[in-house]
């Protein structure tokens, strides 16, 4: 099984770096891993100028799976926006055609106290939200700057964006949805902004029809403000959250604060052909990167959603995420997570500690 690796920026090399050392621990029980590594984002940038060369795009696209880091650093803020390191995680996702990004957000019962919220209100957490990844606002065209052609500011210099879905788009993301909300406690909720929006009032519309063909699901309609409010008041009353692409990118990192860090979130970037590509919910981190303190779990657990939704290995996959809580249970911490009464650990020791848990 041929594995795409593409570290990037920042602390991408370092979480990488272990994700990549937990898998080499599972081949040696008889998988057959093969790893190739790519320069991708700004490390690419440097490299030949371009964030998504053409050899790492097709690597991408001939492998089985993709191990995808995280891009970006300020120091490429400046550059022209299609040359910026972000443009690559966005080139592979529409390249690949990867749709729908599954971020589940469980707070492991051993990380109760990092969580910014009281125990008692995320004790047990365990959310799934599934975000469109390759339409809304983040790539509907057309965008740009040019001089305002009419409004209060006409003659003025302007920007602007895009956001619009097509029925299929919206269709497709809303059966991987529901699906999903089937496979585990059957509630779905659609977070929107209808009541401003029309590309929402549709996506909501077509999310409700697409609901009739799944009567064991129960489905409600929630405004992105509320459900932003929602999730640090009462958290688990959610199951399953559809929402756009830009929504599902904030809600997710929100989310991801209920389980005690950004560096807990992984996730699962699919295609409809069942291709993936893993990647850890957060960024590049530039301002923690080279100090080896970043957390690698998001990473490590992007591995085994890897494992169970790419390569077949379903019990490989829950090895990973028992090994994860074992480390968590013998008080190892990296400083993201740290609280009183535990060890804290770098990069590296965490990284080791999940591969010593998976005996
Ligand atoms: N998929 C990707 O490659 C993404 C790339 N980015 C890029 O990353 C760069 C930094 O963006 P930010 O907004 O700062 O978001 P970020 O997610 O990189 O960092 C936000 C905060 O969380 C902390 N953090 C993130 N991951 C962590 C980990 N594993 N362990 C401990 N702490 C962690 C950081 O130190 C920082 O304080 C930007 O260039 C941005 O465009 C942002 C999000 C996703
Ligand atoms: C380049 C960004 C769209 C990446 C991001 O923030 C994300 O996917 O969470
Ligand atoms: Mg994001």
Known sequence: MKIAVLPGDGIGPE???????????IAQDGFDFTFE?????????????????????????????????????WKYDTL?????????????????????????????????????????????LDILIVRELTGDIYFGQPRGRRTAPDGAFVGQPEAFDTMRYSRPEIERIAHVAFKAAQGR????????????????????????EVGQQYPDVQLDHMYVDNAAMQLVKAPKKFDVIVTGNMFGDILSDEASMLT????????????????????????????IAGQGIANPLA??????????????????ADRIEAAVQKGLAQGLRTPDIHAPGTQKVSTAQMGDAVVTALG
């Open 15 to 25: 979480i990488i770096a272990e994700a990549v050392k937990v898998l080499q621990r």
């Open 37 to 73: 590594f790519a320069p991708v984002g700004g490390a690419a940038y440097a490299a030949s100028g371009h964030p998504l060369p053409e050899a790492t795009l097709s690597l991408a696209k001939s492998a089985d799976a993709v191990l995808f880091g995280a891009v970006g650093d």
């Open 80 to 124: 022209e926006r299609h040359l910026r390191p972000e443009q690559a995680i966005l080139g592979l996702r529409k390249n690949l055609g990867l749709f729908a990004n599954l971020r589940p957000a469980i707070l492991y019962a051993e990380l109760a106290d990092a969580s910014s919220l009281k125990p008692e209100v995320v004790s047990g």
């Open 185 to 208: 406690n059957k509630r779905l909720t659609s977070v929107d902004k209808a009541n401003v929006l029309e590309t929402f009032q549709f996506w909501k519309d077509i999310v409700t």
């Open 260 to 287: 005690g860090s950004i560096g807990m979130l992984p996730s699962a970037s699919l295609n409809e052909k069942g291709q993936g590509l893993y990647e850890p919910s957060h960024g590049s981190a530039p301002d």
């Open 299 to 316: 990473t490590i657990l992007s591995a085994a959603m890897m494992l169970r939704h790419s390569l077949g290995l379903p019990e490989q």
